[in-house]
């Protein structure tokens, strides 16, 4: 039987997901924003590089909601995106695994770049 995590250990799991998350956009040559307002919205990071702006949603799922997350995510950003000029395709991360046909699937349906824990 697992453990179930306390909320603030989940929390301080996805702060700390997150925070690596952009390190890694940090070392792929991105400049990171992190906690960024795009309109009214705050998103968890706003990268950029090579005059490509991309709104970032980070999250730590399990991998029997990581599709749900992905879905709820993707429909958020675009329709954040519907109300600012000058943004690039949303990237989705998560902290679980997604099989190839479900990230295939969720990049072709969901007009969303989908990184998962791979």
């Not at 991105?30 to 968890?44: H, K, L, M, N, P």
């Not at 991998?63 to 879905?71: F, G, I, V």
Request: aromatic letters at 6%.
């Amino acid at each position: 039987m697992g453990v179930e995590l306390s909320r603030r250990e989940a929390t301080n799991r996805g702060f700390a997901f997150e925070d690596l998350v952009a390190q890694l956009f940090s070392k792929l040559g991105y400049s990171v924003t992190q906690s960024a307002r795009i309109g009214r919205a705050e998103i968890d990071l706003l990268v950029e590089r090579d005059g490509q702006r991309s709104p970032v949603e980070v999250s730590v799922v399990r991998p029997q909601s990581a599709m749900m997350k992905l879905r709820n995510d993707a429909e958020r950003l675009r329709s954040l995106l519907a109300t600012v000029e000058g943004m690039s395709k949303p990237i989705i991360v998560l902290g679980s695994e997604l099989t190839p046909a479900a990230k295939a699937w969720s990049e072709e349906q969901l007009d969303v770049s989908a990184w998962d824990a791979r």
